[in-house]
């Protein structure tokens, strides 16, 4: 502090004398000090190694791309959309197909996918 400052601010000579009058707080002081710095770099630390650990884990991992993503959800949509259709088609077909068939007793057997008559 400036000599200034201290002949006209009583309570700033008292800290001055404190300062210089009593070491072990002012080595207490700098020990804390240190100590925060070190823990700062130690969380730092610790949050970059949660980062590389979470990439190495994440490495293998397959993503796709928001693109890819959106290409397969339009094939989906479309091959659903084809689905209804391709049932539709399929039940008139076979309403036709019932209207025509002068036997009562026979049914169309039930094909399920995959399979073939």
């Known amino acids: 502090m400036s000599v ?6 009583p309570s700033a000579r008292h800290i001055a ?5 009593n070491p072990l707080i002012a080595d207490f002081v700098k020990l804390a000090n240190a100590a925060a710095g070190t823990f700062a770099g130690m969380t730092r630390e ?12 994440l490495g293998g ?3 796709v791309t928001r693109e890819e993503f959106d290409a397969v959800k339009a094939m989906a949509a479309k ?3 084809q689905n209804e259709k391709l049932e539709a088609r399929l039940a008139m077909l076979e309403a036709k197909l019932a209207q025509a068939s002068p036997a009562a007793g026979e049914t ?8 073939q008559a």
């Open 79 to 81: 091959a659903r959309e």
């Open 4 to 9: 200034a400052t201290l002949a006209q601010n």
């Open 46 to 57: 610790a949050r970059e190694s949660a980062r590389e650990r979470l990439r190495e884990a």
């Open 108 to 115: 169309i057997p039930d094909i399920g996918p995959g399979e």
């Open 17 to 21: 004398a404190m300062q210089s009058q």
């Open 61 to 63: 991992v397959d993503f």
